[in-house]
């Protein structure tokens, strides 16, 4: 199934304890959970990761090549972490959720003159320390739908690595979200969409690695900027 499908699903299945509203109170599962202060857990997800890319149209003078760069295709990876939640209201927890993202962004290079390509599978592997505030409604049932948002520092691994364009290892996203606590007998299962922008310019332009090299910076000159995007869905488990 095509992963814009599986979002739609999935926000309309965070919509449906709002439709059952209707319907009659049963049993609660672990009805003391959310009285607890302190909330652990652990996640697995999925993640598509991309960058918007800015060429400048630049043309090299002494060959008269003009490169542009795109992110031309979905760039699936996947993350597991930790889960910490502090609770400050009835309706209000932050939270700080320790993970570790794997995946890559693949670019395909146009030269305008020739019409000659090239590609990079640009790997990634972020440390990160996302940390979200959390607006819940009030439980109703078995459910009960939120908010996120806040920010996610992120640190590449393997930024060192990259090689026609490189990324500069360290990032800042901010982050919004929505998802639905699924109370359920023994534990708590909590599905969430998660959409991520990247704050400021990642493009590294201090290639000292190609300083004797006049054919690969090319590349690097003919972008300005490149931001990270990235789309998750998690299931969590607490």
């Known amino acids: 199934m095509k992963i814009k499908i599986s979002l739609i699903l999935f926000a309309l299945l965070c919509c449906l304890p709002t439709m059952l509203q209707a319907q009659e109170r049963k049993v609660q599962h672990k009805p003391f959970i959310d009285?607890?202060?302190?909330?652990?857990?652990?996640?697995?997800?999925?993640?598509d990761q991309g960058?918007?890319?800015?060429?400048?149209?630049?043309?090299?003078?002494?060959?008269?090549?003009?490169w542009t760069v795109e992110n031309d295709q979905p760039n699936y990876g996947f993350h597991v972490g930790v889960l910490g939640e502090l609770k400050l209201t009835n309706h209000l927890a932050l939270r700080a959720i320790p993970s570790l993202y794997f995946g890559s962004k693949h670019l395909k290079f146009f030269d305008q003159s020739t019409g000659e390509t090239q590609s990079q599978d640009m790997k990634s592997t972020y440390i990160a320390l996302p940390l979200n505030l959390k607006i819940s409604a009030p439980?109703?049932?078995?459910?009960?739908?939120?908010?996120?948002?806040?920010?996610?520092?992120?640190y590449d691994l393997t930024?060192?690595?990259?090689?026609?364009?490189?990324?500069?290892?360290?990032?800042?996203?901010?982050?919004?979200?929505?998802?639905?606590?699924?109370?359920?007998?023994?534990?708590?299962?909590?599905?969430?969409?998660?959409?991520?922008?990247?704050?400021?310019?990642?493009?590294?332009?201090?290639?000292?690695?190609?300083?004797?090299?006049?054919?690969?910076?090319?590349?690097?000159?003919?972008?300005?900027?490149?931001?990270p995007n990235m789309v998750s869905l998690v299931l969590y488990f607490e």
């Open 51 to 66: 960058l918007s890319i800015e060429n400048n149209g630049f043309i090299d003078e002494a060959t008269g090549r003009q």
């Open 139 to 154: 439980r109703w049932n078995n459910y009960r739908p939120y908010v996120v948002a806040g920010i996610n520092p992120t």
């Open 159 to 227: 930024a060192h690595k990259h090689s026609l364009l490189r990324a500069k290892p360290f990032c800042m996203m901010a982050e919004v979200g929505l998802g639905c606590d699924f109370y359920l007998p023994f534990f708590k299962l909590i599905p969430e969409l998660k959409f991520s922008f990247g704050l400021g310019n990642l493009l590294n332009k201090k290639r000292t690695d190609l300083a004797d090299d006049n054919t690969d910076i090319i590349y690097t000159r003919s972008v300005n900027r490149i931001t």
């Open 35 to 47: 009285t607890r202060v302190l909330h652990y857990g652990f996640f697995v997800g999925i993640h």
